[in-house]
């Protein structure tokens, strides 16, 4: 072979191994979102529907997403998981509290996926949690809530009782009585993410208790706003605007975006620097935020809510500074001093002022 053909024969090879170089380069992640529920046009699923769709169209070709609804918590979820691992997903975002310990376990054993967990408190090196400050909202409705309720007599229908439901009610309580020390607070669980029936048949029993004011904590339905615009009373919404289930007598919708977190998720994966950590969105980055206020709250109503809105973002107000007790009237919270995000992490007790139980 002559030094010309031996040329042409390397120049050759090199531009294969370019081409498959390149192919495997451009292959891309493969993200799955699992999710407990079922996917509404509202609600929690809805939310990070709204990311994972977002995703797609600002990293187009890089990554492909799919999503499994729908699968509940404990062993089914972890085959699901391992399924999707075995199926080279290179990153999996686990939509459910329940599917921490799971989520952890598989996490530990292939290192070279990464994983993403809503709400947890447990991290990893390829492990990461993210969760938001749902309480700074709740205040705000609260403080709207406590100034419009004629009764005193507000309720919540709560999901199920973990620490992130458990504050976000408190949060509500604190608020509304900061504003009508003599407001109180009922609380039924349904115990359960998504179970429309349930939901309507609490609002029904609150509504009969004389409740004026209804809020939904958590749940992936509409159904707790739907049955408070029939009934004319004010309400409350979580994770998405719900204006179109209640057009007259919705408040306010407190609402979350993951688009920013998971996006800098991705760009992390993609470029080998993901690190477990956790993450908390608030009123200050806007990754917790409250859809605009029914036309019918008067102004200065409005008014002392984005006043609590801006002083919370700016840290000038903690929605559980002390002093601060709790049901039973032991301190939680000594003046000039507030609880930290360990203790609102962990909080399984109700406020002074609400009415129920947190289920053990």
Same mark, same amino acid.
Do not use: C
């Given at each position: ?88 997903? !290179?990153?999996? +975002? $686990? #939509? =459910? ?10 996490? %530990? *054993?292939?290192?070279? /996926? ?95 208790? !004389?409740?004026? +004011? $209804? #809020? =939904? ?10 049955? %408070? *615009?029939?009934?004319? /009373? ?100 000594? #003046? ?25």
């Amino acid at each position: 072979m002559s030094n010309r053909e031996l040329r042409k024969a390397l120049a050759a090879m090199l531009t294969g191994v370019l081409l498959v170089g390149s192919a495997v380069a451009a292959d891309p992640l493969s993200i799955a979102f699992l999710y407990q529920s079922p996917v509404d046009e509202v609600g929690w699923v809805a939310q990070h529907e709204a990311a994972r769709k977002q995703l797609e169209k600002e990293f187009g070709p890089r990554i492909k997403t799919h999503l499994i609804a729908n699968v509940k918590v404990g062993p089914d979820g972890g085959r699901v998981m391992r399924d999707l691992v075995d199926n080279k997903n !290179g990153l999996l +975002v $686990l #939509g =459910s509290f329940g599917y921490m310990d799971e989520g952890l376990k598989l996490a %530990a *054993e292939t290192p070279k /996926v990464n994983f993403v967990h809503a709400s947890g408190f447990k991290q990893g090196p390829n492990f990461g949690t993210y969760n938001a400050r749902w309480y700074e909202g709740a205040y705000v409705a609260g403080v709207v809530a406590g100034k419009m309720t004629k009764s005193n007599s507000l309720g919540f229908v709560g999901a199920v009782p973990i620490p992130d439901v458990v504050s976000t009610i408190n949060a509500f309580a604190v608020g509304a009585r900061r504003v009508n020390p003599a407001a109180t607070v009922k609380v039924i669980w349904v115990n359960e993410w998504y179970n429309p029936g349930r939901e309507r048949e609490a609002a029904q029993a609150l509504v009969g208790q !004389g409740v004026d +004011v $209804l #809020g =939904s904590a958590f749940q992936d339905a509409p159904a707790v706003v739907q049955y %408070a *615009e029939s009934k004319g /009373v004010w309400t409350i919404g979580m994770f998405s605007d719900v204006s179109r289930y209640a057009p007259t007598k919705l408040l306010t919708s407190i609402t979350h975006d993951w688009t920013p977190y998971l996006r800098q998720v991705v760009n992390d994966t993609l470029a080998g620097t993901f690190k477990g950590a956790p993450y908390l969105a608030s009123l200050k980055d806007k990754g917790v935020g409250l859809t605009p206020w029914n036309k019918a709250v008067p102004a200065s109503v409005v008014e002392l809510a984005k006043r609590a809105e801006a002083d919370i973002a700016a840290g000038r107000l903690h929605p559980f500074a002390g002093p601060l007790k709790d049901s039973t009237g032991k301190q939680r919270a000594a #003046g000039g001093a507030a609880l930290s995000d360990q203790e609102i992490a962990g909080m399984n007790w109700f406020v002074e002022g609400l009415q129920g139980s947190v289920p053990r």
